[in-house]
């Protein structure tokens, strides 16, 4: 027999700039029971003056949390902006609470008005949210013909993305500033990034630009494979051909954790993370200096969310989140033996290797563990005189292999 389902007492509830007037009368009935509120400063201003204890979120956020956790039980309510549950309290909150304990009314989101007022298909658009979030993540999102809806940390975000539409030669693209959506002091304006003037914004904004990108305008691509010249670099670097290679072999997946062991420029790292949006990566890599040009490397091409772990690798290994994925672009046998060892069954190693006593060794473990071993060879063209020819590379032998 199944146990009943504990009470629900904790509601949380979307509400819009229109306040009061906007909820359903049964989230105005859930409010009413409540007595404890929580939200942000302008969510209690929305509801005016109440009988019951209010707590604006305080910093950090978590002591919040407790807060409500502490009265389990007790009928509470938490105000949101829009739906709870897409960049809202609603998943923090969920961490804490069982969905059993809990009611969620949402509310339309900042999005969907957006999507509304402009005339553009939602599911059609790219969301970005740069609220708490660093400013270089958008940068993986500038690509020809892109519809935008970017959540903005405050008042200067319109102007920091005009600016770097412009830096980077889509100036022509359109960009809409809306802000407090959906109440009485709901205003749009619409420019281009290159005529943007600055002018006082609401630090409650959201910013749409369509990406409107000249002949010959540098946007980051799907595929993977950059090109090496994107990539600051000591010579330390997966060349672009190769790179194409281990990322097929590594073959990322949505929110995948990747461990890259001896990272150099952090090229695998910062691929694995522009496949998909939720993908992490931790890079590793012993020294500072090159730790530093990882970072540098990962804000430039947007993923400023890459871990850099600078350390030996056999030490720093075993603090480090579980992985899905493990390259190995540096390091002797024990580092390889000792990476192989952490990770799950089922999930992909991948090993590349210059030297012919590195190679020797990914020739004994494809023997002891199986998997894919090949040899990689590129070649460019050189000029000779009047003519061309070729110029290889020095051969890589990549052990590719899914724990078993």
Same mark, same amino acid.
């Given at each position: 027999m199944n146990s009943p389902s504990p009470r629900r007492w904790l509601t949380i509830i979307g509400i819009g700039e229109d306040g009061l007037d906007g909820l359903s009368p049964a989230a105005r009935q859930l409010l009413s029971q409540a007595n404890f509120i929580v939200g942000g400063a302008r969510h209690l201003a929305l509801l005016g003056p109440t009988q019951v204890e209010t707590l604006a979120w305080p910093s950090p956020f978590e002591r919040g949390i407790a807060e409500i956790v502490a009265r389990r039980g007790r009928p509470v309510c938490v105000l949101a902006s829009g739906d709870p549950f897409y960049y809202g309290a609603g998943a923090v909150l969920a961490e804490s609470v069982s969905p059993d304990e809990m009611i969620c009314l949402p509310a339309p989101s900042s999005l969907s008005l957006a999507a509304a007022r402009l005339g553009w298909p939602l599911q059609d658009c790219d969301? =970005?949210?740069?609220?708490?979030?660093?400013?270089?993540?958008?940068?993986?999102?500038?690509?020809? /013909?892109?519809?935008?809806?970017?959540?903005?940390?405050?008042?200067?975000?319109?102007?920091?993305?005009?600016? %770097?539409?412009?830096?980077?030669?889509?100036?022509?693209?359109?960009?809409?500033?809306?802000?407090?959506?959906?109440?009485?002091?709901e205003r749009v304006g619409e420019s281009t990034a290159e005529t943007f003037k600055p002018r006082d914004i609401a630090d409650l904004n959201l910013v749409a630009i369509e990406i409107v990108a000249p002949h010959g305008a540098t946007f980051i691509p799907l595929t993977p494979g950059l090109?090496?010249?994107?990539?600051?670099? @000591?010579?330390?670097?997966? /060349?672009?051909?190769?790179?194409?290679?281990? %990322?097929?072999?590594?073959?990322?997946?949505?929110?995948?954790? %990747?461990? @890259?062991?001896?990272?150099?420029?952090?090229?695998?790292?910062?691929?694995?993370?522009?496949?998909?949006?939720?993908?992490?990566?931790?890079?590793?890599?012993?020294?500072? @200096?090159?730790?530093?040009?990882?970072?540098?490397?990962?804000?430039?091409?947007?993923?400023? @969310?890459?871990?850099? =772990?600078?350390?030996?690798?056999l030490a720093v290994m075993q603090n480090l989140l579980v992985p899905e994925a493990i390259f190995v672009g540096g390091g002797g046998g024990e580092v390889i033996d000792a990476a192989w060892s952490h990770l799950p069954i089922g999930r992909r190693f991948v090993v590349n290797a210059v030297t012919i006593e590195t190679q020797s060794l990914l020739a004994e473990r494809h023997a002891q563990h199986g998997g894919d071993l090949v040899s990689l060879s590129i070649a460019h063209t050189d000029p000779v005189g009047n003519y061309r020819s070729w110029h290889p590379a020095r051969p890589v032998v990549q052990w590719a292999v899914t724990k078993s």
């Open positions: 969301v =970005v949210s740069l609220h708490g979030r660093t400013f270089e993540r958008i940068i993986p999102h500038l690509r020809p /013909k892109a519809r935008l809806l970017v959540l903005s940390w405050d008042s200067t975000t319109p102007e920091k993305l005009a600016r %770097l539409l412009v830096a980077r030669g889509l100036g022509a693209s359109r960009l809409v500033v809306l802000e407090a959506l959906g109440g009485p002091n090109p090496d010249s994107w990539f600051e670099s @000591d010579g330390q670097l997966t /060349k672009r051909e190769i790179r194409a290679v281990t %990322l097929s072999s590594l073959a990322p997946w949505p929110g995948a954790c %990747l461990w @890259d062991i001896g990272a150099g420029s952090g090229s695998i790292a910062i691929e694995w993370m522009l496949a998909h949006p939720r993908n992490r990566a931790i890079a590793v890599e012993v020294r500072e @200096d090159r730790a530093a040009r990882i970072a540098r490397n990962a804000a430039a091409l947007g993923v400023p @969310d890459l871990k850099i =772990v600078s350390g030996d690798a």
